[in-house]
T-cell receptor
Framework: ETGVTQSPTHLIKTRGQQVTLRCSSQSGHNTVSWYQQALGQGPQFIFQYYREEENGRGNFPPRFSGLQFPNYSSELNVNALELDDSALYLC????????????FGPGTRLTVT | SQQGEEDPQALSIQEGENATMNCSYKTSINNLQWYRQNSGRGLVHLILIRSNEREKHSGRLRVTLDTSKKSSSLLITASRAADTASYFCATDASTNAGKSTFGDGTTLTVKP
């Protein structure tokens, strides 16, 4: 157990809808990263938040957005869902943005129909 | 596109045998990490090796890093059925802590 939790576990949405995924980091971890993992592939970096501000983004469009809160929780929001957004979404926390060891949550499986 | 490529894509062995997985990457790195993932769930961090290290051990795991060849290997000795999982390498550039670039993984099956 990494101490990182995510909700919900599974989610089914329709194309064009919006979705919010939640992550609760380990206590004291001020950095959270979000990854998208398509079936049969490795995770791809979406973005990172450090002390409630975005600290780097991967190759994902602006309809992927996030928030980080002072209580070590964070959100990933995806607008205008597309079929290709179907994936496992993972959050990972670390105690600082300079620290390379990340603690991953169990993920949220999103299916877009 | 992914930075790393794992080889082989799938590996099936008997319990007690050793399993070796390889990872190649394209750009210079600060460190390389190996993760395990069971049944499409969260990733478990196994080991981190820095770019100035050549070999690292943790229990039954042995990781090597050859920066001149931009490659790494993960050896699991005396494998167990519980080692059945997907294994991923992830690379980090010097300014990108927590923004890892993953390969597509090796799926290891250990038969009892």
């Amino acid at each position: 157990e990494t101490g990182v939790t995510q909700s919900p576990t599974h989610l089914i949405k329709t194309r064009g809808q919006q979705v919010t995924l939640r992550c609760s980091s380990q206590s004291g971890h001020n950095t959270v990263s979000w990854y998208q993992q398509a079936l049969g592939q490795g995770p791809q970096f979406i973005f990172q938040y450090y002390r409630e501000e975005e600290n780097g983004r991967g190759n994902f469009p602006p309809r992927f957005s996030g928030l980080q809160f002072p209580n070590y929780s964070s959100e990933l929001n995806v607008n205008a869902l597309e079929l290709d957004d179907s994936a496992l979404y993972l959050c990972a926390s670390s105690w600082d943005r300079s620290n390379y060891e990340q603690y991953f949550g169990p993920g949220t499986r999103l299916t877009v129909t | 596109s992914q930075q790393g490529e794992e080889d082989p894509q799938a590996l099936s062995i008997q319990e007690g045998e050793n399993a070796t997985m390889n990872c190649s990457y394209k750009t210079s790195i600060n460190n390389l990490q190996w993760y395990r993932q069971n049944s499409g769930r969260g990733l478990v961090h196994l080991i981190l090796i820095r770019s100035n290290e050549r070999e690292k051990h943790s229990g039954r795991l042995r990781v090597t890093l050859d920066t001149s060849k931009k490659s790494s290997s993960l050896l699991i000795t005396a494998s167990r059925a519980a080692d059945t999982a997907s294994y991923f390498c992830a690379t980090d550039a010097s300014t990108n802590a927590g923004k890892s670039t993953f390969g597509d993984g090796t799926t290891l099956t250990v038969k009892p």
